[in-house]
């Protein structure tokens, strides 16, 4: 049963740090691009990054790039694969629930659209304040 659960979320400190994962079960997602999608109270979810299959291209939104890096660890431990998302320098802007989906078009490169996205984890929340 394919499976996307997200963990590593919590409360920061403004200019902190903290790395999501995405453990992904159920499918060999290393053969399908992820993304990692956020939604802030009363906004639009919003696209922060995404890596293609096999690590072949990564994409970030403006307002992440030099701050934000997503990587892949397709070593399959016990049946997963995990995505992560090692956000530095992190604003208060930067307060959301964070998403990771897949994109289940075998090799298709990453975009930064939700509508790509086939199957979505739970969530975690990152709040970044003082």
């Known amino acids: 049963q394919l499976q996307l659960v997200e963990s590593g979320g919590g409360l920061v400190q403004p200019g902190g740090s903290l790395r999501l994962s995405c453990a992904a079960s159920?499918?060999?997602?290393?053969?399908?691009?992820i993304g990692w999608f956020r939604r802030a109270p009363g906004k639009e979810r919003e696209g922060v990054s995404c890596i293609s299959s096999r690590g072949g291209s990564t994409s970030y939104a403006d307002s992440v790039k030099g701050r934000f890096t997503i990587s892949r660890d397709s070593t399959n431990h016990n049946g997963k694969n995990t995505v992560y998302l090692q956000m530095n320098s992190l604003k208060p802007e930067d307060t959301a629930v964070y998403y990771c989906?897949?994109?289940?078009?075998?090799?298709?490169?990453?975009?930064?659209?939700?509508?790509?996205?086939?199957?979505w984890g739970q969530g975690t929340q990152v709040t970044v304040s003082s």
């Open positions: 159920g499918f060999t997602s290393d053969y399908y691009a």
């Open positions: 989906a897949v994109d289940l078009n075998l090799y298709r490169p990453c975009e930064l659209w939700a509508k790509t996205y086939d199957y």
